[in-house]
């Protein structure tokens, strides 16, 4: 199931899915590190505008969790953490709901050889919605090319 942040009800995948050629140009699974750096940038979401923004329930955990970890850090300024936030938390993407989201994930993360699944969900929701995945980790997007087309910000 896909749950749009801004809308209350949930939908059924299949009746929001375009056909598979049409979606995989038009759809994107965002992870945070791409989600980050839209949000702390000036010009926002703009470059994604044009897209369906999808990802899996985790993202709402850890785009705060760096943004937060970027202020201790003193990387960014508070100020500018909160504006991320606020842009973060205003823009439509979508919870990939997925009962088998997890299992997926696990599996995933044995067939790359990595030890957590965080981001073997990222590279599950690409792989049930047969799209792209946008991330700006080099090794996310090197692992999850073996699995899905995975691009970095510069290949929109």
Not at 8 to 15: N, T
């Given at each position: 199931?896909?749950?749009?942040?801004n809308r209350g009800a949930d939908a059924q995948c299949g009746q929001c899915?375009?056909?598979?050629?049409?979606?995989?140009?038009?759809?994107?699974?965002?992870?945070?590190?791409?989600?980050?750096?839209?949000?702390?940038?000036?010009?926002?979401?703009?470059?994604?505008?044009?897209?369906d923004l999808v990802a899996p329930p985790l993202l709402w955990s850890e785009v705060p969790s760096a943004l937060h970890e970027m202020v201790?850090?003193?990387?960014?300024?508070?100020?500018?953490?909160?504006?991320?936030?606020?842009?973060?938390?205003?823009?439509?993407?979508?919870?990939?709901?997925?009962?088998?989201?997890?299992?997926?994930?696990?599996?995933?993360?044995?067939?790359?050889?990595?030890?957590?699944?965080?981001?073997?969900?990222?590279?599950?929701?690409?792989?049930?919605?047969?799209?792209?995945?946008?991330?700006?980790?080099?090794?996310?997007?090197?692992?999850?090319?073996?699995?899905?087309?995975?691009?970095?910000?510069?290949?929109?």
């Amino acid at each position: 199931m896909v749950q749009h942040r801004n809308r209350g009800a949930d939908a059924q995948c299949g009746q929001c899915r375009a056909p598979i050629k049409d979606r995989a140009l038009t759809t994107l699974a965002v992870d945070a590190s791409a989600v980050v750096q839209a949000a702390i940038s000036e010009k926002g979401f703009d470059l994604l505008g044009g897209y369906d923004l999808v990802a899996p329930p985790l993202l709402w955990s850890e785009v705060p969790s760096a943004l937060h970890e970027m202020v201790w850090r003193r990387s960014v300024s508070r100020e500018l953490a909160e504006i991320a936030l606020d842009r973060f938390l205003s823009v439509p993407i979508h919870r990939h709901l997925d009962g088998g989201l997890g299992r997926l994930a696990w599996s995933l993360a044995d067939e790359l050889g990595w030890a957590r699944t965080y981001d073997a969900e990222y590279v599950a929701v690409a792989q049930r919605l047969e799209c792209r995945l946008l991330t700006i980790d080099v090794r996310l997007q090197r692992g999850a090319a073996r699995k899905v087309e995975a691009i970095g910000p510069g290949q929109l």
